[in-house]
């Protein structure tokens, strides 16, 4: 038995993103997404980041407890922090641990990536935004960011009219089975 005292589930789970036979094997869960920044940003490119976290703040986000509905990134001396995002205080924890929901927390990425997206950043027009927030073999918590390009009002018009026509399309092939 471990020493948590807990015991281990030997069962693989499948492999979510890379695939032959040494491929280590990664149970992942959702705790938040951010519908909105599809809405609002085009995607351009993705990049999976680590969150530093209080201990009260890791319950929390195991709970569910979490939002990245206004959250953005910025890079500020060196340094990627993610600004807005509410992470309750978790009910468990004593009054000692406990934390600002909406305090800024750092991300934690390689210099070389933080230097890339600290261009794009000062280019006119891109911004760094959080996707979702998810837990990886119930250790780690990570945060998918991607940069992004704000929409005008006219593509964000023709992604809901796109959305419209797609869904009466389902309707109607439903309606003829």
């Given at each position: 038995m471990p020493r948590s005292g807990r015991k281990v589930d030997h069962?693989?789970?499948p492999p979510t993103s890379r695939q032959g036979p040494d491929a280590k094997r990664r149970t992942v869960v959702d705790v938040a997404r951010n519908r909105r920044a599809r809405f609002d940003y085009e995607i351009l490119e993705k990049l999976e980041c680590g969150v530093a976290l209080l201990g009260a703040e890791v319950k929390s986000i195991r709970a569910g407890r979490a939002s990245l509905q206004d959250g953005f990134c910025r890079v500020e001396r060196g340094e990627l922090w993610l600004r807005n995002a509410?992470?309750?205080?978790?009910?468990?924890?004593?009054?000692?641990d406990k934390h600002d929901p909406g305090r800024p927390r750092k991300l934690l990425a390689h210099a070389k990536e933080i230097r890339r997206l600290k261009e794009a950043q000062d280019r006119?027009?891109?911004t760094i935004v959080p996707l979702r927030l998810?837990?990886?073999?119930?250790t780690w918590v990570k945060v998918e960011i991607a940069l992004g390009r704000g929409k005008k009002q006219q593509d964000k018009r023709e992604a809901i009219q796109r959305r419209d026509e797609d869904r009466g399309l389902r309707r109607a092939v439903k309606g003829l089975q």
């Open positions: 069962h693989p789970s509410n992470i309750e205080t978790s009910l468990l924890s004593s009054a000692f006119k027009g891109l998810y837990v990886v073999d119930r």
